[in-house]
Every structure is written in C-alpha cells, then in structure tokens.
C-alpha cells in the first residue's frame, strides 16, 4: 500500500513538472501567411525605405537611451523638441547629473510625465557612472536594471546604438502583427516573440522600424490607408479595403 502510495505521488510530481515545462513553452497564435508571403512582405518594405531610421534625435547611445525613456506616452516629436536644447548642454551621464534634477524637469515639462522622468533620467545617470562606467551597455539585462528602462526600451538602443537584431513592440506593432494576423499575441511579449521567429533573418535588423513606420504612416489606428499600403494584395487583415498595393518605390 505504502508503494502504491509513493508511486501516485511520483506521478503527481512528474505531471505537475510537465505542466510548469509546458508552460514556459507557451504556444504562440501562428501567423496567417506562408513563410513565402512573410518574405514578399519584407522585401517589400526593404524597397521602400532601404535604411530605415527612428525619429527620435540623438547623437550617441546616451542620448538615445534617455530620449527613449522620456518617449514613452509622447510623441516622438514633442521628445525632439525637449531634447534639443537639453542634449546641446548635457549629452553625457556626468554632464546629466551636473544639470540637476531640477533644471532637467525644465527643459522637458512639455513632455507627459516630466516629473518622474526627470527623476528617471538621473538615476539612470548616476547607475550608468557607477555601475558601468559612464558607458551604455550593450546588454539587455544590464539595461533593464537601470531607472526607467523597460524591454522595449531596451530593445530599441539595443538594435539603434548597437545593430543588435531585436523586436521593440510598441502600440504600432503591437497593433500591426494582431491587425495583420502576421504575428498575433495576447501581449507585446507575445508579439515580440512571435515576430522574432516569423521575420526572416535576413530582414530581422530592420523589421520593427518597417513596422513602426508602416503602422505610423500606414496601417494607422482609427482607419488604416489601405490604399497606401505596399502589401494590401497580401494583407489578411478583415479591415483591409483593397487587394491593390500601391506602388513599390522607395521613399525619400
């Protein structure tokens, strides 16, 4: 009796294991295209902006990191015209920290949530002096500890700053990849690795700025501007409102 006892709770255990393995391999909604289609999709938007950019303005990895950080829940155009004048005089962390709290909360309180995000951007400042000597590192983990800094943001200077293959899922792309149906998740984590194992390698380095851009420009929230679209004839979005894509030619 006493075995038949040890083995049931053998078994308990051994399921129990299984169903915690299988939930770190969360099974991901899959994509509605062939990997054909996902490839045409990115050859496309190659095309059309052959060396994409972000629109943040920035003149080194600090500048970036803190111009994503003051981005969230703003523009990036409100961000530009903040951060001018700001990284004019301080586009260092020491620089940063001899402004003062006080005078950086000045130069960005046209920004929503100024106030934390001065108070973020010295901490930040003050952990990249101490911890990494004045330097952004080039290490997701090491990014993320820092004040402010979350995985999006993380991911951003990881691939801007330092050509890393990352996936920044923003409200655009988040929008994009269930609209789409090209990598649909419940969350931006799902999306971002959803996309990141449905983006050709070959097209992963600018991927998110092609969909950032195209969700921006494009694929917009209210109404997207079907006509515009490069990929309308291979979009399965229920929204869509032609099967034309327009022209293929690069942007300026």
């Not at 799902?190 to 991927?207: C, G, I, M, S």
Request: hydrophobic residues 40%.
């Amino acid at each position: 009796m006493e075995k038949a006892k040890t083995k049931s709770t053998a078994n308990r255990a051994t399921n129990g294991a299984k169903r915690k393995s299988g939930a770190r391999r969360k099974r991901l909604p899959k994509s509605a295209y062939t990997e054909a289609e996902i490839t045409e999709i990115f050859r496309r938007f190659a095309i059309q902006r052959p060396e994409p950019k972000g629109e943040l303005e920035h003149v080194n990895p600090y500048t970036l990191l803190v111009a994503v950080v003051l981005s969230a829940q703003a523009t990036d155009a409100g961000v530009n015209k903040a951060t001018r004048p700001l990284f004019a005089v301080a586009d260092t962390p020491q620089k940063m920290l001899d402004l003062g709290e006080d005078r950086v909360r000045e130069y960005i309180r046209t920004i929503g949530l100024y106030r934390n995000k001065a108070k973020n951007v010295i901490a930040l400042s003050r952990a990249l002096i101490a911890d990494h000597g004045g330097t952004v590192p080039a290490d997701r983990d090491a990014l993320t500890k820092l004040p402010g800094v979350g995985r999006k943001t993380a991911n951003v200077v990881l691939n801007m700053a330092f050509g890393q293959p990352t996936m920044a899922v923003d409200t655009h792309i988040f929008r994009i990849g269930n609209r789409m149906r090209l990598a649909p998740g419940k969350t931006v984590d799902d999306v971002e690795q959803n996309l990141l194992r449905t983006v050709p390698e070959a097209y992963l380095q600018h991927a998110h700025h092609w969909l950032i851009l195209h969700g921006r420009y494009v694929c917009k929230a209210r109404k997207p501007d079907c006509p515009a679209c490069v990929v309308a004839d291979l979009c399965k979005s229920k929204e869509k409102t032609t099967d034309v894509p327009a022209a293929l030619v690069p942007l300026g």
